[in-house]
């Protein structure tokens, strides 16, 4: 139990274009779900929290109208980075909560992103 | 705020060995505390975790931790290390106010010698 997918696994794109990553909770009801980044050989670094039916809340030095964050239900979140450049090619990592849990978070396995 | 310090960016153990990795923390109450193991290019997984009760956790794959409030650690250790345990390791901890919210360490490389 407490699977968390993301999809896709990894994605090439052009310089200007947006990307869309998902994040699905598949056999439990996420609470609140977490958008990390992680670059090579580096710890994971929170972007911004999401909570279902409400507006993400976004960390420090995080551009919030670059990082698009949807959180439409209690099992999926979409991040999308708009306006793509080469300096955003990451790996991109989201886990969830489990609601009336406890606050353990599920991860997924990443998205590996690279823009060019 | 909430942080996590791995002092040991890269440890080398031979196969059979012990092992322990270090993590100190700062919270203001009883935190949770974690730790996680990443293969590279995959997502994390969570070896063990503290919430409360019991100082001395047991995890997957013969893992251990201790809790130590006094000492605001909480260590990994391993009796006897296999190849396949060559990895990375970061220690997190969890905000219980703000939805276990994590902080992440810098993480610790680990590499086993045949």
């Known amino acids: 139990g407490a699977v968390v997918s993301q999809h896709p696994s990894w994605v090439i794109c052009k310089s200007g274009t947006s990307v869309k990553i998902e994040c699905r909770s598949l056999d439990f009801q996420a609470t609140t779900m977490f958008w990390y980044r992680q670059f090579p050989k580096q710890s994971l670094m929170l972007m911004a929290t999401?909570?279902?039916?409400?507006?993400?809340?976004?960390e420090q030095g995080v551009e919030k109208d670059k990082f698009l964050i949807n959180h439409a239900s209690l099992t999926l979140s979409t991040l999308t980075v708009t306006s793509a450049h080469p300096e955003d090619s990451s790996f991109y990592i989201c886990?969830?909560?489990?609601?009336?849990?406890?606050?353990?978070?599920?991860f997924g396995p990443g998205t590996r992103l690279t823009v060019t | 705020a909430q942080s996590v310090t791995q002092p040991d960016i890269h440890i080398t153990v031979s196969e059979g060995a012990s092992l322990e990795l270090r993590c100190n923390y700062s919270y203001g109450a009883t935190p949770y505390l974690f730790w996680y193991v990443q293969s590279p290019g995959q997502g994390l997984q969570l070896l063990l975790k503290?919430?409360?009760?019991?100082?001395l956790v047991q995890g997957i794959k013969g893992f251990e931790a201790e809790f130590k409030r006094s000492q605001s650690s909480f260590n990994l250790r391993k009796p006897s290390v296999h190849w396949s345990d060559a990895a990375e390791y970061f220690c997190a901890v969890g905000d219980r106010g703000n939805a276990g919210k994590s902080t992440f360490g810098d993480g610790t490389t680990l590499t086993v010698k045949p």
């Open positions: 999401s909570n279902e039916g409400s507006k993400a809340t976004y």
């Open positions: 503290y919430f409360s009760g019991d100082t």
């Open positions: 886990s969830a909560t489990n609601r009336g849990g406890t606050y353990e978070q599920y």
